[in-house]
């Protein structure tokens, strides 16, 4: 795909390129009212929700399933208050994670930052009314357009391997199997800049979080603005994790920096145009 990388490269930081691109994609009043309008009646989209987020395991999954246990109960409200996990909060560097995390810690931390909270009724055309499976973070128009995926490492109760979350189905479906640490390295550039240090950076990890934004049902509904809701809802869902790690008293830290392409080829969606990864986290 890359041609000239000089080029790419020049392009990348040509701040006019972007300007023009931000114009483009800002929701004023006109291309609100000209693009945005619905291309189709939408309600039939809502029918096939439940089908339409199975797609992406449907795609690459050998379907072993694991159940994902944990339900909400009143141990969970923390005696910790919100506003101390808000001032505790902090990317902790990689050298300083533990490596301690285990199934109970997973299941807890996926349940409550990015599970069902809440049932709602929904009506449309074609049915009358349907529950609607509603979770603890907000999404852009009930898309709920971004995957959480995970790369397990060491997290006792787990076998090491490539996972989807499906929330509405309250389990990990397995992606792929297990990666040596130089294979996981071959994703980030952290350790490339860094040769002198390589294994060290990855050995206190013991989850890779990707969050994968599917743009197939949002696009249809949304045009471009589905890129700015991805992106907004990936960020609510990091919030999520960060506050629940550190209420569970263990460590985390968001990453911008990794190779999409490398990523998304362990995820088997390299190929899938409609998914794409926008932001990875580490626990540990
Ligand atoms: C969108 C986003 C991307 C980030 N990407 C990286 C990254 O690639 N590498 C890194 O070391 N930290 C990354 N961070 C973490 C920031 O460096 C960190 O949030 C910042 O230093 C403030 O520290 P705090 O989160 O402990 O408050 C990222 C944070 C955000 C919000």
């Not at 040509?14 to 009212?33: C, I, V």
């Not at 996972?163 to 130089?182: C, E, H, I, P, V």
């Not at 809802?233 to 790690?245: F, P, R, T």
């Amino acid at each position: 795909m890359i041609h000239n990388p000089i080029k790419d490269h020049l392009e990348f930081f040509d701040f006019e390129l972007f300007y023009e691109r931000l114009l483009e994609d800002e929701s004023r009043s006109q291309a609100w009212r000209l693009h945005h309008l619905r291309q189709e009646d939408f309600s039939k989209h809502i029918m096939h929700r439940k089908k339409l987020t199975k797609s992406f395991v449907e795609k690459g999954a050998n379907e072993t399933e694991i159940p994902v246990k944990y339900s909400f109960t009143e141990d969970d409200f923390f005696e910790t208050s919100i506003l101390d996990i808000l001032h505790k909060r902090r990317s902790i560097p990689l050298y300083e994670m533990s490596n301690n995390w285990t199934y109970q810690d997973l299941e807890k931390l996926l349940s409550l930052s990015a599970g069902i909270s809440h049932q709602k009724q929904e009506s449309h055309k074609e049915n009358k009314s349907e529950d609607t499976a509603l979770r603890v973070y907000p999404s852009g128009g009930l898309m709920y357009s971004v995957n959480l995926c995970l790369y397990s490492r060491n997290v006792s109760g787990l076998p090491d391997g490539m996972y989807y979350y499906d929330a509405n189905q309250s389990n990990l479906k397995k992606l792929g199997g297990a990666r040596t640490d130089a294979e996981l390295e071959e994703m980030f550039p952290m350790t490339d800049f860094n040769l002198e240090s390589k294994t060290k950076e990855i050995e206190n990890i013991s989850v890779m979080m990707f969050l994968v934004v599917d743009f197939e049902r949002s696009f249809q509904k949304y045009g471009r603005l589905a890129y700015r809701l991805g992106l907004l809802e990936a960020g609510h869902i990091a919030q999520n994790i960060q506050l629940i790690s550190t209420a569970i008293n263990r460590n985390s830290h968001p990453y911008c920096g990794f190779y999409a392409d490398r990523v998304e080829e362990e995820l088997g969606i390299r190929k899938d145009k409609y998914k794409h990864c926008f932001y990875t986290l580490f626990l540990g």
